[in-house]
């Protein structure tokens, strides 16, 4: 009877979770769920924003549940873990196509606390870093009633345990990312930059790169040949994720400030539409036109997640657009106003013949009927050499498959590109 | 029934004589005689037997090493035949027309004036060449009729067969000149070839400094020397045949009116200058060889300019009034060839307009609509 009632009580938490502690918590938050109000609401709005921003890096959900006392929802003593992963799986919560993230639930009658993850890749993640060391992050606060500083350490410390997981679990994984050869960042800029993309690179199996070059034309390219460096790059230096070695480039050359995204593998070139590499594009440009060159690539590095992030969901960021115009759909009147045009024009073209005929005299400009033509004389016929000049222009092949506009450009070498001035 | 009365006395009934540009002869209307034009030249006197020396020398004249264009030898003087000739002169236009005695002109053949007054014949130059007519007037009313078919404008009425009949065979003053063209023009010229390979298109592009010099000789660039016949009139009707050329002889006069030279040798030189330059600077680019471009960096064009000759060319005019506005065709009176401006009918040209666009418009939304 008594664990029926257990059942029901819970069935009923599950139903109206926010409902059962909307009293405790006046700001609405998707990651801190303050229910024992322990924070005020600066605080809760602080951390709130710092888990959003690490969950987004990371791209693994990071999340905080303070309640009074489990055992009041219906749980028996030891049953914490069993609360927190009921709440993470109908509570949807979680980032990404495996909902990764992790969840610290602290219930304050008894002191508890239960870290629960959910997904290959945190689990991965805490099991490598270690569950009581990324509790030795927070305890010693909870212990003191910090409440404040032990869940901001306890981001803190997933933040440090993701990152340093996707650095050492793929294998395949080129060991940098950011390849600052022109020399336009910080020693601090790069190692954050770095962290990031590689946080990325392995959350989505697909490599997330940057390269900053002085001039091309050191590497025997010209400056619209910069797409070719950067296959040559993309091969030699055997960049990309996964068996189809997946992965996304950012090539700078900083003395005709030309750029080339360069996209490769099914994947990769799936998540970068021709469409996207203009929104990517458009992300960064501003920053590098007023050279912030850090900006530039941390949001490069970002929105290349959100875009990996939407093909992940099975929704490229891509524009389908066809124009407007659909068989049918077109009234009489707009496909009239249309047509008009070339009406319009044809008739000024045929009364415009019409009436050049009616006048046919013309001043002479020549006189070649009055020639002696046996008595031309050509007295120099010099045809000399000077030099050759030499254009190479890339072969398109589109990949198929898509329509009304949408899709990617992806050529016979199986890499995709778009490319501008900064 | 003409406007000018052919009166060339027949050696043999003293009846009228006019030239017949079919059979080349002078026929008379009365006794039906024929003469060739020598047999007639012969009778009377033997000024085209000069001309013809005059011809001969012209022929053989190198041309002239000087900047100057040569008119020392242009034309000569009337001589006894100035007793034989009439000059008129229009009061609407002021054009002045001669004529042999036995021509009367009725009307001004530009503005179509009927009161043009006789003057004093003097101060003229005796032409060195006349290619007489060739094409009859009814020939030539045919080649107008012709010129008017397929022309969708034309007001209706202006067709009418009245405005035709004010047809005049004219004899128009031109200078004939004579020169050659130095030519010395550099170009920039490119041979483009281009080829694919799996992922690239690659383009080649070979350039040249190409540089073409040489010289033109031109023989009788025509300019008229009429200030009323305008200028691109007489262009648009070119060209003559000058095989058919003859030294001047009053013989080919009768039944036409010659218009009195009134620009100078001098002053026409310039649109003599600018074909001649622009053809032989043409006809070095046509010896340049079929590259992918050509564009003409250089040129220098040096023109010798030889003889000037005067000669009297055959033209059929017709001036006519339309809505207040005077409209002129010419018919080149040797080949038949036609230049002239038509009026427009405003009223056809809007329905053609609005024809065109309605219907261009019906079928353009219909293939949008079902197409698109």
């Given at each position: 009877?008594?664990?029926?009632?257990?059942?029901?009580?819970?069935?009923?938490?599950?139903?109206?979770?926010?409902?059962?502690f909307?009293?405790?918590?006046?700001?609405?938050?998707?990651y801190?769920?303050?229910?024992?109000?322990?924070?005020?609401?600066?605080?809760?709005?602080?951390?709130?924003?710092?888990?959003?921003?690490?969950?987004?890096?990371?791209?693994?959900?990071?999340?905080?549940?303070?309640?009074?006392?489990?055992?009041?929802?219906?749980?028996?003593?030891?049953e914490?873990?069993?609360?927190?992963d009921?709440?993470?799986?109908?509570?949807?919560?979680?980032?990404?196509?495996?909902n990764?993230?992790?969840?610290?639930?602290?219930?304050?009658?008894g002191?508890?606390?239960?870290?629960?993850?959910?997904?290959?890749?945190?689990?991965?993640?805490?099991?490598?870093?270690?569950?009581?060391?990324?509790?030795?992050?927070?305890?010693?606060?909870?212990?003191?009633?910090?409440?404040?500083?032990?869940?901001?350490?306890?981001?803190?410390?997933?933040?440090?345990?993701?990152?340093?997981?996707?650095?050492?679990r793929?294998?395949?994984?080129?060991?940098?990312?950011?390849?600052?050869?022109?020399?336009?960042?910080?020693?601090?800029?790069l190692?954050?930059?770095?962290a990031?993309?590689?946080?990325?690179?392995?959350?989505?199996?697909?490599?997330?790169?940057?390269?900053?070059?002085?001039?091309?034309?050191?590497?025997?390219?010209?400056?619209?040949?910069l797409?070719?460096?950067?296959?040559?790059?993309?091969?030699?230096?055997n960049?990309?994720?996964?068996?189809?070695?997946?992965?996304?480039?950012?090539?700078?050359?900083?003395?005709?400030?030309?750029?080339?995204?360069?996209?490769?593998?099914?994947?990769?070139?799936?998540?970068?539409?021709?469409?996207?590499?203009?929104?990517?594009?458009?992300?960064?440009?501003?920053?590098?036109?007023v050279?912030?060159?850090?900006?530039?690539?941390?949001?490069?590095?970002?929105?290349?997640?959100?875009?990996?992030?939407?093909?992940?969901?099975?929704e490229?960021?891509?524009?389908?657009?066809?124009?407007?115009?659909?068989?049918?759909?077109?009234?009489?009147?707009?496909?009239?106003?249309?047509?008009?045009?070339?009406?319009?024009?044809?008739?000024?073209?045929?009364?415009?013949?019409?009436?050049?005929?009616?006048?046919?005299?013309?001043?002479?400009?020549r006189?070649?009927?009055?020639?002696?033509?046996?008595?031309?004389?050509?007295?120099?016929?010099?045809?000399i050499y000077?030099?050759?000049?030499?254009?190479?222009t890339?072969?398109?092949?589109?990949?198929?498959?898509?329509?009304?506009?949408?899709?990617?450009?992806?050529?016979?070498?199986?890499?995709?590109?778009?490319?501008?001035?900064? | 029934?003409?406007?000018?009365?052919?009166?060339?006395?027949?050696?043999?009934?003293?009846?009228?004589?006019?030239?017949?540009?079919e059979?080349?002869k002078?026929?008379?209307?009365?006794?039906?005689?024929?003469?060739?034009?020598?047999?007639?030249?012969?009778?009377?006197?033997?000024?085209?037997?000069?001309?013809?020396?005059?011809?001969?020398?012209?022929?053989?004249?190198?041309?002239?090493?000087?900047?100057?264009?040569?008119?020392?030898d242009?034309?000569?003087?009337?001589?006894a035949?100035?007793a034989?000739?009439?000059?008129?002169?229009?009061?609407?236009?002021?054009?002045?027309?001669?004529?042999?005695?036995?021509?009367?002109?009725?009307?001004?053949?530009?503005?179509?004036?009927?009161?043009?007054?006789?003057?004093?014949?003097?101060?003229?130059?005796?032409?060195?060449?006349?290619?007489?007519?060739?094409?009859?007037k009814?020939?030539?009313?045919?080649?107008?009729?012709?010129?008017?078919?397929?022309?969708?404008?034309?007001?209706?009425?202006?067709?009418?067969?009245?405005?035709?009949?004010?047809?005049?065979?004219?004899?128009?003053?031109?200078?004939?000149?004579?020169?050659?063209?130095?030519?010395?023009?550099?170009?920039?010229?490119?041979?483009?070839?281009?080829?694919?390979?799996?992922r690239?298109?690659i383009?080649?592009?070979?350039?040249?400094?190409?540089?073409?010099?040489?010289?033109?000789?031109?023989?009788?660039?025509?300019?008229?020397?009429?200030?009323?016949?305008?200028?691109?009139?007489?262009?648009?009707?070119?060209?003559?045949?000058?095989?058919?050329?003859?030294?001047?002889?009053?013989?080919?006069?009768?039944?036409?009116?010659?218009?009195?030279?009134?620009?100078?040798?001098?002053?026409?030189?310039?649109?003599?200058d600018?074909?001649?330059?622009?053809?032989?600077?043409?006809i070095?680019?046509?010896?340049?060889?079929?590259?992918?471009?050509?564009?003409?960096?250089?040129?220098?064009?040096?023109?010798?300019?030889?003889?000037?000759?005067?000669a009297?060319?055959?033209?059929?005019?017709?001036?006519?009034?339309?809505?207040?506005?005077n409209?002129?065709?010419?018919?080149?009176?040797?080949?038949?060839?036609?230049a002239?401006?038509?009026?427009?009918?405003?009223?056809?040209?809007?329905?053609?307009f609005?024809?065109?666009?309605?219907?261009?418009?019906?079928?353009a939304?219909?293939?949008?609509?079902?197409?698109?």
């Amino acid at each position: 009877m008594k664990r029926i009632l257990s059942v029901f009580v819970i069935l009923l938490f599950l139903a109206a979770p926010m409902a059962c502690f909307a009293d405790n918590d006046s700001v609405d938050t998707e990651y801190i769920f303050d229910f024992s109000a322990l924070l005020t609401e600066e605080q809760l709005a602080e951390l709130e924003a710092e888990a959003e921003r690490v969950s987004q890096q990371c791209g693994c959900g990071i999340y905080v549940l303070t309640i009074d006392d489990y055992l009041e929802h219906g749980y028996e003593e030891g049953e914490l873990w069993m609360m927190a992963d009921t709440i993470y799986e109908r509570w949807e919560l979680g980032v990404g196509a495996q909902n990764d993230g992790i969840v610290l639930v602290v219930s304050l009658a008894g002191r508890n606390y239960e870290i629960t993850t959910y997904g290959d890749f945190a689990n991965a993640a805490v099991a490598n870093y270690g569950e009581d060391t990324l509790a030795e992050e927070f305890l010693p606060d909870f212990r003191a009633d910090d409440w404040y500083s032990g869940i901001y350490n306890y981001i803190a410390a997933c933040r440090q345990l993701f990152s340093g997981a996707e650095n050492t679990r793929s294998e395949n994984a080129a060991p940098e990312h950011v390849f600052d050869l022109a020399e336009l960042l910080t020693a601090e800029q790069l190692a954050e930059l770095e962290a990031e993309a590689a946080l990325v690179s392995q959350r989505y199996d697909c490599g997330v790169y940057v390269l900053t070059i002085n001039d091309c034309g050191e590497y025997g390219y010209s400056g619209s040949e910069l797409w070719k460096l950067a296959e040559s790059v993309y091969k030699q230096w055997n960049l990309g994720y996964g068996v189809q070695n997946d992965g996304v480039m950012l090539v700078l050359s900083m003395a005709e400030r030309d750029y080339d995204i360069t996209a490769y593998g099914d994947f990769a070139n799936a998540s970068f539409t021709d469409y996207g590499k203009e929104a990517l594009a458009n992300e960064f440009l501003p920053d590098f036109r007023v050279n912030d060159w850090y900006s530039g690539f941390y949001h490069y590095i970002t929105f290349s997640q959100r875009m990996l992030d939407m093909s992940a969901q099975g929704e490229p960021l891509d524009n389908y657009d066809d124009g407007g115009y659909t068989r049918g759909e077109m009234s009489v009147g707009t496909s009239a106003a249309i047509g008009a045009v070339p009406g319009l024009l044809s008739a000024f073209g045929v009364c415009g013949a019409f009436k050049r005929g009616m006048k046919n005299a013309r001043t002479a400009v020549r006189a070649e009927e009055y020639v002696r033509g046996t008595d031309i004389k050509l007295n120099v016929r010099e045809d000399i050499y000077t030099h050759t000049t030499e254009q190479r222009t890339r072969i398109n092949t589109d990949s198929g498959g898509r329509s009304g506009g949408g899709g990617t450009s992806v050529n016979s070498g199986g890499f995709s590109h778009s490319s501008g001035k900064f | 029934m003409p406007n000018q009365v052919t009166n060339y006395k027949c050696p043999s009934c003293t009846g009228p004589l006019h030239f017949v540009g079919e059979s080349g002869k002078l026929e008379c209307d009365y006794c039906g005689s024929t003469y060739t034009v020598e047999e007639i030249e012969k009778l009377y006197g033997e000024k085209a037997e000069q001309a013809a020396q005059a011809f001969e020398s012209a022929q053989a004249a190198p041309p002239s090493a000087s900047g100057e264009w040569d008119t020392s030898d242009i034309g000569s003087e009337w001589g006894a035949d100035g007793a034989k000739m009439r000059a008129y002169s229009c009061p609407s236009c002021s054009a002045e027309l001669i004529c042999d005695e036995t021509t009367a002109a009725t009307s001004c053949p530009y503005c179509g004036n009927p009161t043009i007054v006789p003057g004093q014949f003097k101060g003229v130059l005796k032409p060195d060449y006349v290619l007489p007519f060739k094409l009859k007037k009814e020939q030539a009313v045919e080649a107008l009729k012709k010129h008017y078919q397929g022309k969708r404008l034309l007001p209706n009425a202006f067709t009418n067969e009245n405005h035709i009949q004010e047809i005049k065979g004219v004899y128009v003053p031109f200078w004939l000149y004579d020169g050659e063209a130095d030519a010395d023009i550099s170009y920039e010229a490119t041979e483009v070839s281009s080829y694919s390979t799996s992922r690239e298109r690659i383009t080649k592009t070979k350039h040249f400094n190409v540089r073409r010099a040489g010289t033109v000789p031109f023989e009788k660039i025509p300019a008229d020397a009429s200030s009323k016949m305008p200028d691109n009139y007489m262009d648009a009707i070119e060209p003559y045949d000058y095989g058919e050329l003859k030294p001047f002889s009053l013989a080919y006069l009768p039944g036409f009116l010659a218009d009195k030279y009134d620009v100078s040798a001098e002053e026409c030189a310039a649109r003599a200058d600018l074909r001649a330059a622009n053809t032989a600077a043409d006809i070095m680019r046509s010896t340049v060889g079929s590259y992918s471009s050509c564009v003409e960096r250089s040129r220098s064009i040096h023109l010798r300019r030889g003889k000037v000759h005067y000669a009297l060319m055959p033209v059929w005019t017709l001036s006519t009034q339309w809505r207040g506005q005077n409209f002129l065709f010419t018919i080149n009176g040797q080949t038949g060839k036609l230049a002239g401006e038509l009026p427009v009918d405003k009223g056809k040209y809007w329905r053609w307009f609005a024809g065109v666009a309605v219907g261009v418009t019906a079928v353009a939304a219909v293939l949008i609509k079902f197409l698109l």
